[in-house]
C-alpha cells in the first residue's frame, strides 16, 4: 500500500476487473450489484501480460488522478510471489494454483486480499482494487466531475491499450453517484422554485384576499429569501451541496 500525506475525509475509487455490472443506482447510497453481475468470458487473469497490465494500472497512475493510497492485491500477490523465489508474473499453468495460495495469507491494507477476488471453482473471475484520491467527498460537484472524467480516460486508455484478454476494467465511487444525485436536484431546483412561489402567492392570496397586499407579501418573502441566499453563496462564499439544496 502506498500512502501520501493525510487529508480529511479523503474519497475513494474502485477499479473492477474483469466484470460487467448493469446495477440501478439508488438516489441515494451505493448500487445495488445482487444478482447484476456478469464475467467477462474474454477476461482472462492468468495470462501473464493480464496480471502484467492490472500491476501497471495500480503502480502507474498518472497525477492527475490524485492517489493517495492504493489498495491493489496485483501488488501483494507479486511480492508474495518474489519472496518465494518465484517470478512475476505467474506461468497460466500455475496462477490459479498459486492464487489459491496467496489468498490464504495474503494482506491486501487492513483486509484479507481474497476479499478483492471473485473466484468460481478456484478460478479467478474477476477483481478490484481500491484508490484513495485526494479528493474531499465533500469536494463541489464541477471537481468531482473532472476527476471523474480523468480516472474515464485512464480506464478507456487501459481498456485500448491491452491485449483483448485484458480488457473490461471500470471504476465507480460513492463520490460520483453523490455528484449526480447533487447535479439532479441542482437542476430541478428551478422547477420547484417556480411551483413553491405560485403556490406560496395563491396560498397569501386566499388569506389576504387583497390581490396588492398578497403580491408585496410575496415580493417581500422572496426579497428576504434572496438576501440570505446572497449573503451564505456570494459574500461567504458557500458551496452550494446537496444539503443545502434539500435546506
Known amino acids: 500500500e502506498k500512502n501520501s500525506p493525510a ?20 438516489f441515494f447510497g451505493k448500487p445495488n ?13 492468468s495470462r501473464p501480460w493480464t496480471q502484467r497490465n492490472m500491476y ?101 486508455e487501459y481498456n485500448t491499450q491491452v491485449e483483448r484478454n485484458a480488457r473490461g476494467t471500470w471504476h465507480t465511487s460513492e463520490l460520483w453517484v453523490r455528484a449526480a444525485a447533487t447535479e439532479r436536484m441542482v437542476g430541478s431546483m428551478g422547477r420547484e422554485l417556480a411551483i413553491s412561489g405560485i403556490f406560496m402567492f395563491f396560498l397569501l392570496l386566499a388569506f389576504i384576499r387583497n390581490i396588492l397586499l398578497a403580491t408585496i407579501a410575496y415580493f417581500t418573502a422572496f426579497g428576504t429569501v434572496g438576501s440570505i441566499l446572497f449573503v451564505l453563496f456570494v459574500v461567504l462564499e458557500w458551496k452550494m451541496g446537496s444539503s443545502e439544496i434539500i435546506a
Open 7 to 26: 487529508l480529511v475525509a479523503r474519497a475513494t475509487v474502485e477499479v473492477v476487473f474483469g466484470m460487467e455490472v448493469e446495477a440501478r443506482t439508488s
Open 33 to 45: 450489484f445482487k444478482n447484476s453481475f456478469d464475467f467477462l468470458k474474454k477476461f482472462q487473469m
Open 56 to 156: 501497471f494500472f495500480c503502480t502507474r497512475a498518472p497525477a492527475r488522478l490524485r492517489v493517495a493510497s492504493t489498495r491493489c492485491w496485483i501488488e501483494d500477490f507479486r511480492e508474495f510471489s518474489l519472496k518465494r523465489g518465484q517470478r512475476f508474473p505467474v506461468s497460466e499453468a500455475f496462477f490459479d494454483d498459486r492464487v489459491q495460495e496467496f489468498m490464504a495469507v495474503g494482506v491486501t491494507g487492513a483486509a484479507s486480499s481474497k476479499e478483492y477476488l471473485w473466484v468460481r471453482d478456484n478460478i479467478v473471475k474477476a477483481s478490484y482494487m481500491s484508490f484513495s484520491v485526494d479528493v474531499a467527498e465533500s469536494a463541489p460537484v464541477e471537481e468531482v466531475y473532472e476527476q471523474m472524467r480523468f480516472w474515464d480516460e485512464y480506464a478507456k
